[in-house]
């Protein structure tokens, strides 16, 4: 049973560009969370997908989108990167069977460097 | 792998000692606080969860403790092993505001042989 898989593991852009995350959620889980995580912080919430729509949002500017597909899959976009954008970004995926979170899932993370 | 832990708290324990990791949580009215564990090059693991309406709660090895009074959350590791190296943070939520968590800065804990 695959946990949670992201891609790219690594990636270098340039300030101005723009840039898609990939997300597929551990089988059986059908929400999916994105974190931003700094180097030397903790995660921070950006947003959740839940029955493909958009159902919490952290506060993050909205060069930051996402999409959540018939599958469950989950995309992150940042446009117009600036180079505070560059951070560990954290797929994680749940199931919708309480009033909390509960346990996450996290991937392994793709590490965004903006140059 | 890369290291999640640069310039964080670090708490240095001997193998086979009692491990104690705290932190001051933000929102007094979060009623739902989470542990994870990062290890270098991971992504965080859940290790356990306490509800506000509880002040303890026991797992395999790991003691969870919540005080609401002064807001404080400490994670306690019985018998601490080189493999519970890693960086450990405490995450908090309010139930009515979402399924969103607050994640504090994290700790970093070193197991010397």
């Known amino acids: 049973d695959a946990g949670v898989t992201q891609s790219p593991t690594h990636l270098i852009k340039t300030r101005g560009q723009q840039v898609t995350l990939r997300c597929s959620p551990k089988?059986?889980?059908?929400?999916v969370s994105w974190y931003q995580q700094a180097l030397g912080q903790g995660p921070q919430f950006i947003f959740q997908y839940y029955e493909e729509e958009e159902r919490q949002r952290g506060n993050f500017p909205d060069r930051f989108s996402g999409h959540q597909f018939p599958n469950y899959s989950s995309e992150l976009n940042v446009n117009a990167l600036l180079l505070g954008d560059s951070a560990l970004y954290l797929c994680?995926?749940?199931?919708?069977?309480?009033?909390?979170?509960?346990?996450?899932?996290f991937g392994e993370g793709s590490r965004l460097t903006v140059l | 792998g890369e290291s999640v832990g640069l310039h964080l708290p670090t708490l240095s324990v001997q193998e086979g000692d009692n491990s104690i990791i705290n932190c001051a949580y933000s929102n007094s009215a979060s009623d739902y606080f989470i542990w994870y564990k990062q290890e270098s090059g991971k992504g965080p693991q859940f290790i356990i969860d306490?509800?506000?309406?509880?002040d303890k709660r026991q797992g395999q090895r790991v003691t969870v403790l919540l005080n609401k009074t002064v807001k404080h959350l400490s994670l306690q590791i019985a018998a601490t092993q080189p493999g519970d190296s890693a960086v450990y943070f405490c995450?908090?939520?309010?139930?009515?505001?979402?399924?969103?968590?607050?994640f504090g800065t994290g700790t970093q804990l070193k197991v010397e042989l």
């Open positions: 994680a995926s749940s199931d919708d069977s309480g009033p909390n979170t509960g346990e996450l899932f």
């Open positions: 995450a908090e939520e309010f139930t009515g505001g979402g399924n969103k968590l607050t």
């Open positions: 089988s059986g889980h059908d929400t």
């Open positions: 306490i509800r506000s309406n509880m």
